[in-house]
């Protein structure tokens, strides 16, 4: 799929050239026409994208003792590996469905798996190790905002936590931005369900699946929740709330 993907991306380039060359006498028809493909063509590079697992930020051991080494291996180069594997097979099934059954069939395993790639993606630039700042408690705008809403920096805390321990099952809990209220929620999703099913931004988002924390912490959640917190990356949770406020 990759070939494919570097064989549209020069198709695409060549045709974008081809069009300057043939700019200095284009008629209605030779615009319209060029136009119709380089539309296809950009939808077939969209179509072909493949999505990658990203790399971390940090090694997988920078995160101990409050996330084992381990957890965070397996975590990304097998849950979040197959979440992008699947997303991409789903992608390149939709690309070749034509019956609307078949289609509506695949929205599932786009949600579930392209969810878990958003949502991860999230994850791990939210957290840092303790030496690069993990866990420093945040500053500026959306300080005051979390003080405002919420009384206290703990008591943002204390919620996340509460509602995170509560999820049944598995999902995540987010610290999202309601853009239009310029408000910040606490809210949950189930399964990989990404935060903007429920109309927020999300700046943080604390994994509760068992995979996240089983390893480490076997069935006490709430103490997986109580130790994420030294591992925070604020200043990556301050930019998003910043660049979307
Ligand atoms: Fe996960």
Redesign the pocket.
């Known amino acids: 799929m990759a070939a494919a993907f570097t064989r549209s991306r020069s198709l695409l380039r060549w045709s974008i050239g081809s069009g300057s060359i043939l700019g200095n006498n284009y008629n209605a028809s030779s615009s319209s026409s060029f136009r119709a493909v380089a539309v296809r063509q950009q939808q077939q590079t969209r179509s072909n994208h493949v999505y990658t697992l990203p790399d971390l930020d940090y090694d997988y051991a920078d995160l101990e003792p409050y996330i084992s080494a381990e957890i965070m291996r397996l ?1 990304h180069t097998k ?2 590996q197959t979440y992008v594997t699947n997303f991409n097979k789903a992608l390149e099934q939709l690309q070749s469905a034509t019956d609307p059954q078949a289609i509506v069939a695949l929205q599932s395993a786009l949600n579930f798996n392209g969810g ?1 790639h958003v949502n ?1 993606s999230i ?1 791990w630039k939210n957290l840092a190790p303790p030496k690069e700042g993990g866990g420093e408690a945040p500053v500026g705008k959306l300080a005051s905002a979390i003080d405002e809403q919420f009384g206290s920096f703990d008591r943002l805390i204390a919620k996340v936590n509460a509602e995170g321990a509560s999820v049944q099952g598995s999902g995540w809990v987010w610290l999202g931005l309601n853009k239009d209220l310029k408000t910040l929620a606490v809210a949950t999703t189930a399964n990989q369900d990404p935060l903007v099913s429920k109309g927020l931004v999300p700046l943080l988002g604390v ?1 509760v ?1 068992e ?2 924390y089983y390893l480490q912490y076997k069935n006490v959640r709430p103490d997986y929740l109580k130790n994420i917190w030294k591992v925070i990356n604020w200043k990556d949770v301050v930019a998003r709330y910043e660049s979307n406020v």
């Open positions: 975590h849950h979040h878990g991860h994850f994994d699946w995979h996240a």
